[in-house]
């Protein structure tokens, strides 16, 4: 064992988690962030195609290809977010099962020193260098490093002692870096 290594033991409540993935409608299908603004869109071209079908009979036969374009478009639409919906839905499934796994876990430690960061999950260890990883966030409720690996580690899962240490390395190492 490296004499600078730290370790920062993690305890597992769900909720906490679930509380950072799924912030923000994350887990709506139909209006997180990245749905959003496809359901909106579908749903404006499905009323304008019902008002054109509604009065069909008032538009001349050179204008009725309009209806057809706007099925067109409505097509388009819900197919987007149809494969929106299909990407949310995955990674919500992802986030269970990784949830799953966390919950069941014996050991879920960070392991740090100068030169490497990783994870250590029931035996299971991933390591990476520091200038492996591109991005970290840290904020108020959380700490997420971007890399070969990404992690995200609630403050709840930690002391506050161990989330002001790991804030700083992470600060040191990949933020300020």
């Not at 740090?112 to 991933?126: A, I, R, Y």
């Amino acid at each position: 064992m490296n004499t600078d290594e730290k370790r920062i033991p993690l305890t597992v409540n769900r909720k906490d988690f679930e509380e950072i993935y799924f912030t923000g409608n994350q887990k709506s299908l139909f209006f997180s962030p990245s749905t959003k603004g496809k359901t909106v869109t579908t749903l404006v071209v499905a009323a304008i195609l019902i008002v054109l079908i509604i009065f069909r009979n008032d538009l001349s036969k050179e204008k009725f290809g309009i209806i057809y374009f706007v099925s067109f478009l409505f097509l388009l639409c819900a197919v987007y977010l149809s494969l929106a919906i299909n990407k949310v839905s995955k990674w919500k499934k992802e986030v269970s099962g990784y949830l799953k796994k966390l919950e069941s876990a014996k050991v879920y430690e960070i392991v740090f020193d100068k030169d490497s960061f990783g994870v250590n999950l029931n035996g299971q260890s991933e390591f990476s260098l520091w200038k492996d990883f591109q991005n970290a966030e840290i904020n108020d409720n959380y700490i997420a490093v971007e890399g070969k690996f990404n992690y995200m580690f609630p403050k709840k899962a930690m002391s506050g002692a161990d989330f002001s240490l790991l804030k700083k390395t992470v600060e040191k190492n990949i933020i300020n870096s």
